[in-house]
């Protein structure tokens, strides 16, 4: 799964978050769990990604030879660093608006359960994006034409980020994850004051239709962490019900990916249990072998 498919995950879970912080009941254990296990291991990606950019750019500063081979090894590094790079800034959209529901839906239940595993999320990702900013504003390993599009890739997420989270502001308290409070709650009053569009078209339509199209050709076509990506999204979208986003084609796609999921998980478990019987040693099954760690 693209980057930019992961921020329309955000906007689809935007639009209908307020009735999930508002509706009965408790969230999936499950897709807390996935979302806090699969994030986790995104950062690690993200953190090695960015190490082994600067070391191979050190060692191409220290290493002898022509001008034309060392550019070669900076350009080669560079292009399988820009996605990641993308990749942060654009998931600070979900990160930032997830964290938001999760909080919210434990605070209107005066519960404490799956608030503080997205705010660890939340924590880690704001460490990558200072290394990402860090990096892109050193010029010994980011040239300015590259500094400038991931400044516009940043810019344009942070926007995102502040006109979703304006759809949670009457539900929640969104000042602690906005980057502009002032323009998410100028964002939260443009949507309160026009449910349809000029054509009759549901605003969340026009928001949803112009949030794929900003992020449609601004991003490298190559996803480096595509299936971690799509197990986040999976846990996201399975705090929903299918209803929800029944005619959301992108939904839809995505469900199957929850489902296929579910089902990789249960043939893993079926796979322990047969070998458990072979080698007569003892299975502990659970739902998520890399949950959080209880309190």
């Given at each position: 799964?693209?980057?930019?498919?992961?921020?329309?995950?955000?906007?689809?879970?935007?639009?209908?978050?307020?009735?999930?912080?508002?509706?009965?009941?408790?969230?999936?254990?499950r897709?807390?769990?996935?979302?806090?296990?699969?994030?986790?291991?995104?950062?690690?990606?993200?953190?090695r990604?960015?190490?082994?950019?600067?070391?191979?750019?050190?060692?191409?500063?220290?290493?002898?030879?022509?001008?034309?081979?060392?550019?070669r090894?900076?350009?080669?590094?560079?292009?399988?660093?820009?996605?990641?790079?993308?990749?942060?800034?654009t998931?600070?959209?979900?990160?930032?608006?997830w964290?938001?529901?999760?909080?919210?839906?434990?605070q209107?239940?005066?519960?404490?359960?799956a608030g503080?595993?997205?705010?660890?999320?939340?924590?880690g990702?704001?460490?990558a994006?200072?290394?990402?900013?860090?990096?892109?504003?050193?010029?010994r390993?980011?040239?300015?034409?590259?500094?400038?599009?991931?400044?516009r890739?940043?810019r344009?997420?942070?926007?995102?980020?502040?006109?979703l989270?304006?759809?949670?502001?009457?539900?929640?308290?969104?000042?602690?994850?906005?980057?502009?409070?002032?323009?998410?709650?100028?964002?939260?009053?443009?949507?309160?004051?026009?449910?349809?569009?000029?054509?009759?078209?549901?605003?969340?339509?026009?928001?949803?239709?112009s949030?794929?199209?900003?992020?449609?050709?601004?991003?490298?076509?190559?996803?480096?962490?595509?299936?971690?990506?799509?197990?986040?999204?999976?846990?996201?979208?399975?705090?929903?019900?299918?209803?929800?986003?029944?005619?959301?084609?992108?939904f839809?796609?995505?469900?199957?990916?929850?489902?296929?999921?579910?089902?990789?998980?249960v043939?893993?478990m079926?796979?322990?249990?047969?070998?458990?019987?072979?080698?007569?040693?003892?299975?502990?099954?659970?739902?998520?072998?890399n949950?959080?760690?209880?309190?």
């Open positions: 799964m693209h980057a930019r498919e992961l921020v329309e995950v955000a906007g689809l879970a935007a639009s209908q978050g307020p009735a999930l912080i508002l509706g009965p009941g408790r969230l999936p254990q897709g807390i769990e996935d979302y806090w296990s699969s994030s986790k291991c995104r950062l690690g990606r993200w953190a990604s960015l190490k082994l950019y600067r070391k191979a750019l050190d060692g191409d500063a220290d290493r002898k030879g022509n001008g034309a081979e060392k550019e090894v900076s350009q080669a590094a560079w292009r399988a660093t820009q996605p990641v790079m993308e990749e942060i800034f998931g600070d959209i979900l990160s930032r608006l964290t938001t529901v999760l909080c919210a839906h434990d209107r239940r005066g519960a404490c359960d503080p595993i997205a705010r660890s999320v939340m924590l990702h704001l460490e994006r200072q290394r990402a900013l860090a990096l892109s504003s050193d010029r390993y980011i040239g300015a034409e590259a500094a400038a599009q991931l400044r890739v940043r344009s997420s942070e926007r995102w980020s502040d006109y989270l304006g759809a949670l502001a009457d539900v929640s308290d969104i000042s602690e994850f906005a980057f502009d409070v002032e323009r998410a709650r100028d964002f939260s009053e443009r949507l309160r004051d026009r449910p349809v569009g000029p054509d009759e078209t549901p605003a969340w339509t026009l928001a949803l239709s949030l794929r199209a900003g992020f449609a050709k601004a991003l490298c076509p190559y996803s480096p962490n595509g299936d971690v990506n799509a197990r986040i999204a999976a846990s996201v979208l399975g705090c929903f019900s299918a209803e929800h986003f029944e005619s959301t084609v992108l839809r796609s995505l469900w199957l990916v929850r489902l296929d999921n579910t089902a990789r998980d043939q893993s079926v796979d322990d249990l047969l070998h458990a019987d072979d080698d007569n040693r003892p299975v502990m099954l659970m739902s998520n072998p949950r959080p760690p209880d309190g």
